[in-house]
């Protein structure tokens, strides 16, 4: 990817993050980038194309983290590590990218829908490996079903951080307690 479509990418981003996918446009990116509109649209014909490639590259980042802990810890700390992602996003006052793209699902275009999805699906998959791995052995005592336990950790990481910026409170760190305790 080259300099500018990546520095596109990540204005986009933080954008989505931070205002939602129906917030921005690309006279906002032009602004941060001191660029022209046509030099996005030159790397990005639509908004769409550009929601696809924010979406691909945080599905790339995800699995690219997912490949190099999986190789080298045990569940809890995977767990742990994951949790690390949202707390990096509060830092920064960010929400997930599912919780700023979620929300208006409907009205996103079909491939952006189609891509987030995919996300979704990663995601869930790889938590709920996590959590089977981590029953097997023995690091995690919660009980029911390991997809319950999964979207609950997720849709509870997920809503801190919206919750935070609404509340201006810690919301994440009592969701991380309240992690370590069922888990």
């Known amino acids: 990817m080259s300099d500018t479509k ?38 990005f014909p639509s908004k769409t194309d550009l929601g696809i490639a ?32 949202y707390s990096e996003s509060q830092q920064k006052n960010l929400v997930c990218f599912m919780g700023a793209l979620g929300p208006t699902f409907s009205s996103l275009p079909t491939e952006m829908q189609q891509e987030l999805s995919i996300a979704s699906r990663e995601i869930r998959d790889w938590v709920t490996s996590i959590l089977a791995e ?14 319950d336990q999964a979207d609950s950790i997720i849709s509870s990481l997920l809503a801190s951080l919206i919750l935070s910026k609404v509340t201006s409170e810690d919301i994440l760190g009592n969701v991380v307690r309240q992690i370590d ?3």
Do not use: C, M, P, W
């Open 6 to 43: 990546s520095k596109i990418v990540d204005v986009a981003e933080e954008l989505i993050r931070t205002k939602g996918y129906n917030g921005f446009s690309y006279r906002d990116i032009a602004t941060v980038l001191s660029i022209k509109n046509a030099a996005i649209h030159y790397h």
């Open 54 to 85: 924010v979406i691909q590259r945080t599905r790339q980042n995800f699995n690219q983290f997912v490949s190099q802990s999986d190789r080298t810890i045990d569940a809890l700390t995977k767990l742990k590590k994951f949790v690390d992602i």
């Open 134 to 147: 981590g029953k097997q052995h023995n690091q995690f005592k919660f009980q029911g079903a390991i997809t």
């Open 181 to 183: 305790k069922t888990i």
